[in-house]
């Protein structure tokens, strides 16, 4: 499925967790590339030399200690597989750094670990993984330290709120689980109606809107049967309450192994956008968790 995979590292917990992710996922003809950045030295907490705190490590150069560190993790991580190649860039422009040299190997996707060392915001959401999850050009799978790295692909959910990017992403996921033959699940949450009821009763929108449930299904079922081959075993959902809490919810009871989500929503208003209910998922999810980047439609397309 994948020739190279981009696995950029920090050596926390959380990149450690994202190596065995990708190791898992690759075939044995699949390169698995570690990359480290370094920085300048007096302004960079996440150094090598710094990782390697004895006076001898401090009397080395950062590329040495680098390649060291790298090996270390390799050997550790992912030892007995074959196709494992290591590389670091001395770069200001961590994020920068990243992404040409996923140009460079010809990555199709890039792996990433979504919590940097002692809580610090290095690969934490809104710096590094933020900005390549808003700017990488293939898909981007982060992994929570906190998160289970599945031992396989089994399970698949993909929340959709209807917008073209949610239907990107549906394709995405049944290649996935076309690939690892998964099961997929489409997901809508529809979030509490608010409505001019009294403050003593709670409204429902199924009460609201007649009906709705019924048609949201109809469009679920056919956009399975559009973008989801026969040969992949798909249902659907509709679930109402607040979308992130929802889908994690959903993940954690059918024990999901991969959520596929898209970044940007409908008319680019900020409902599925990074610093949303996307964002929030990646903050908490139980399981890895694929992006795409938003794809502008063209004008001629049709709309969903």
Do not use: K
């Amino acid at each position: 499925m994948w020739r190279n995979i981009l696995v950029p590292t920090d050596f926390s917990g959380a990149a450690r967790q994202a190596l065995q992710l990708a190791v898992r996922l690759a075939a044995p003809d699949c390169t698995v590339h570690v990359m480290h950045v370094i920085t300048p030295t007096e302004s960079d907490p996440y150094s090598p030399v710094r990782l390697r705190p004895e006076e001898q490590a401090r009397q080395r150069l950062p590329e040495e200690v680098t390649d060291e560190l790298l090996q270390q993790l390799i050997q550790d991580v992912a030892s007995e597989h074959a196709s494992i190649a290591r590389a670091w860039r001395r770069a200001s422009d961590v994020v920068g750094a990243i992404l040409d040299y996923a140009d460079t190997v010809e990555a199709e996707l890039i792996v990433l670990g979504t919590h940097g060392r002692r809580g610090l915001r290095r690969f934490l959401l809104g710096s590094v993984a933020e900005a390549i999850l808003r700017r990488a050009s293939v898909p981007v799978l982060t992994v929570r330290e906190q998160a289970r790295v599945p031992e396989g692909i089994r399970h698949i959910l993909v929340p959709t709120d209807f917008s073209n990017d949610a239907r990107m992403v549906l394709r995405e996921a049944a290649r996935w689980a076309a690939h690892f033959q998964a099961r997929l699940t489409l997901l809508h949450v529809l979030a509490p109606a608010v409505v001019p009821v009294s403050v003593t009763e709670v409204a429902a929108v199924y009460e609201v809107m007649p009906g709705l449930q019924q048609r949201l299904e109809e469009e679920l079922a056919r956009w399975l049967e559009v973008e989801v081959p026969p040969s992949v075993q798909a249902d659907y959902r509709v679930e109402e309450g607040p979308v992130d809490l929802t889908i994690l919810e959903q993940a954690r009871q059918q024990q999901t192994d991969l959520i596929a989500i898209a970044t940007h929503g409908r008319s680019g208003v900020a409902r599925w956008l990074l610093g949303s209910v996307t964002e929030r998922v990646l903050r908490q999810a139980p399981c890895p968790v694929l992006t795409l980047r938003h794809q502008p439609v063209p004008a001629t397309s049709a709309m969903y």
